[in-house]
């Protein structure tokens, strides 16, 4: 009777266990990896064609690289998705990858938060433009009265409106998708965190270790 018991509590932690796992009726990762990769394709393209309007433009403006390591990471998510589940990790390759999946998911964040502050500055740079056509180029400075006033060239531009309108929206676009990217991300790391221990603090086991009750310290 012991050891039947046993068992059963063994395969109730374990139909816990993965409960806990998922997030709205799936595992946790497919649906925060489903939207990294939406949200990284996103950014990506909208950066190519911000490219493609531009040549000119910096790597800085035109963020693809944050949408191709946003990629990375779900993709990462999808391997954790696909590792079986092990309770309490007791596979080195699911603890690797959860650990991975977590600082992958802090370093989005932080990469969404610098793409978030680029975007906004020369967002806000591009409102007190006043360009003028100079060939296949355009010429903007931010005070035309002043003669020493930082010029900014943007080759391969047959219309002046492209910098002044077009470019503004991917900007603004940008913006909107890489906060959107920071909070999914975030949200994966938080919840990678707290499914790997449970709570915020520190705690002791007590009672058997079967029924895994935790008690603040």
């Known amino acids: 009777m012991g050891a039947q018991k046993e068992k059963m509590d063994q395969a109730d932690h374990g139909r816990a266990s993965e409960e806990v796992s998922k997030c709205c009726g799936c595992r946790f990762p497919l649906l925060i990896a489903l939207l990294q990769l939406l949200l990284g394709i996103a ?3 909208v950066a190519f064609i911000m490219a493609a309007i531009s040549p000119s433009l910096l790597a800085r403006e035109t963020p693809h690289w944050a949408g191709i390591i946003l990629c990375v990471v779900s ?5 954790l998705y696909l590792i079986t589940y092990q309770p309490d990790e007791r596979t080195s390759m699911q603890f690797l ?18 793409v978030i502050a680029f975007q906004g500055h020369h967002y806000s740079q591009a409102n007190g433009f006043s360009c003028l056509e100079d ?27 492209v910098v002044t309108d ?40 007590v009672g058997s270790p079967s029924t895994q009750h935790w008690q603040k310290v």
């Not at 993709?75 to 391997?79: A, K, M």
């Not at 035309?144 to 900014?152: K, S, V």
């Open 135 to 161: 060939g296949e180029d355009c010429v903007c400075t931010l005070d035309p009265m002043d003669p020493i006033a930082r010029t900014f060239r943007y080759g391969a531009v047959a219309d002046c409106a």
């Open 166 to 205: 077009t470019l503004k929206m991917f900007f603004l676009l940008q913006m909107v998708l890489n906060l959107v990217q920071a909070l999914v991300c975030a949200t994966g790391a938080f919840i990678t965190w707290k499914h790997r221990y449970q709570m915020f603090f520190a705690g002791l086991q």
């Open 43 to 45: 950014t990506a393209v």
């Open 75 to 79: 993709l990462l998510g999808f391997v």
């Open 97 to 114: 990858v959860k650990v991975l999946y977590f600082l992958l998911c802090s370093v989005g964040v932080v990469i969404s938060v610098l």
